[in-house]
């Protein structure tokens, strides 16, 4: 299996220096988004201010 990569799941506001964290599915895996915190805070991207948004349950 492919390692997974921030890349894979980031999107960034150019314009207003915005970072977003998007995903397939309402629910993303918590090891999943603690891996792509882990690899932007090695990248010195500053996380702090992400905030996650909860998506319903179907």
């Known amino acids: 299996m ?3 990569r ?3 799941y980031l ?3 150019f314009s ?3 970072l977003f ?3 397939r599915t309402p629910q993303m895996d ?3 988004y603690q891996s792509l915190l882990a690899q932007l805070e ?3 991207i500053d996380t702090s201010n992400l905030t ?3 998506q319903p349950e179907f």
């Open 11 to 13: 999107k960034t506001g």
């Open 16 to 18: 207003t220096g915005s």
């Open 30 to 32: 918590e090891a999943l």
């Open 52 to 54: 996650r948004t909860l």
């Open 6 to 8: 921030a890349t894979d």
């Open 2 to 4: 492919n390692e997974l």
């Open 21 to 23: 964290v998007l995903s």
């Open 42 to 44: 090695e990248k010195q």
